[in-house]
């Protein structure tokens, strides 16, 4: 099966061969063959993969920006395949390692409905596409320390002709999303039992600074590609339980910075601890605050990336219904109901992470699947050190229709997170409550203020 899995690669690698700078060749197929970021534009051979036309340019009808609340713009489509363990077997090379695991582990009740592929991200602007493909030719723009940070890259993709794994990984991270968004959502959690814990609801408040115009890359809050503080409303016994964390471009000189507010100590620390593979207490374990923000998240010093290739996969794609549906709706079994999930044929990019010589890591090996229209991480896998397949992550993604900071609506990596060996799981970012919201809005100075550690004090005492 790996053998396979190589050769049906091969073909893709011409793209992605060194970390030499691209070819003016390849530099100028951007805008012409493939996006100015880096996707092909042409449909697959048979078709279901469409050309890509500009994804969706405008919001769906009755849609009101300042509820917070979106609608599923496809929710009109019928499936057009369903995948069940029993014929899997039809579907095996366009389907991931994690994604067979669960059709395997749960064959009555898992299954994937496959919808037509719609590829909905929205077209970058004309100044950030642009910027893109400046970023192709600037031989300044580039991962520096065998990846660890970024440098000479700016208000764009980075990296529209990835040759690393590592470039793949920080086309991911610094991924086109709104400039600022408000959040109000929940966190779900089960045990090894499959019985669900309290939900824990938050506020957040996230900011893409390397997005916005009016920032300057590294210098001043240009220097960090995403900031996000969140805030704990229920349950009561952990109301007002506050962390922020600022990760930035330059990784290689600076660590991600973290900050956590606790109301018992009525005051704000550093909070070093939240990085890598520490597990994430408040989520059960089910996590390490490395496998956050979709999947990965923090710094790429541990691993070495290589890029296999680029494939088509059945991924979760579109997934408004699923991010939306109430908890007692959402969950059969130990998984997500197959009702509110949304599977599509998209091509990935697949990156392979191995720990490093003399490094440490829960995980020995790591594979990653990411979006070749917007760079966001689909789906990923986590082998432990015995080789055997320990984590699994779907991401829930939505395009960002609302004409405010464009991309993705990532709704703080809303996502599916699967503990293999430990048998529990966790719904990271459901909406599926009254007053829960996601806001798409425009980058400013109070907003701004509010993601820096003294805000915390002053927001969260009770």
Known sequence: MRVKFIIALVATLSWAQSNAQPTADQVKQLGTTFTPWGAEIAANKDGSIPAYTGGISKPPAGFNAATGNWIDPYADDKPIAQI??????????????????????????????????????PAMSNELAQAA?????????KTVADGVGVRGCESSTPFPVPKSGAEVMWNHLMRQRP???LVRAQNLVFDSTGVMQTPQRYEAWSEAPYWDPKSKAYTEDGQYYFRVRSKTIEPPRDAGLTQTVWYPLRMDIEDQRAWSYTTGQRRVRLAPEFSYDTPVITLGGVMFYDETGGGFSGRLDRFDYKIVGKREFYVPYNTF????????????????NPDAMRWELHRAWVVEATVKSGQRHAMAKRRFYVDEDSWTLLSSEGFDQAGKLARVTLTHFMPNYSGVGGGILDFLSASQNYDMTGNRFAIIGNYGFKNAYYKSVSRTQDLIN?????????????
Not at 133 to 141: D, F, R, S, T, V
Not at 322 to 334: S, Y
């Open 84 to 121: 069940t363990a029993s014929n899997m077997a039809q579907y095996a090379d366009k389907l991931t390692d994690g994604v067979k695991a669960m059709l395997t582990r749960w064959p009555d009740t898992m299954r994937l409905d496959v919808y037509p592929t719609r590829r909905s991200y």
């Open 133 to 141: 493909i400046k970023n192709a030719n600037n031989p300044e723009c």
């Open 179 to 181: 400039a600022f968004a």
């Open 321 to 336: 219904k699923a991010i939306f549906t109430e908890p007692d709706k959402l969950v059969v079994k130990r998984h997500v």
């Open 450 to 462: 509010e993601l820096n550690p003294q805000a915390m004090a002053r927001t969260g005492v009770r």
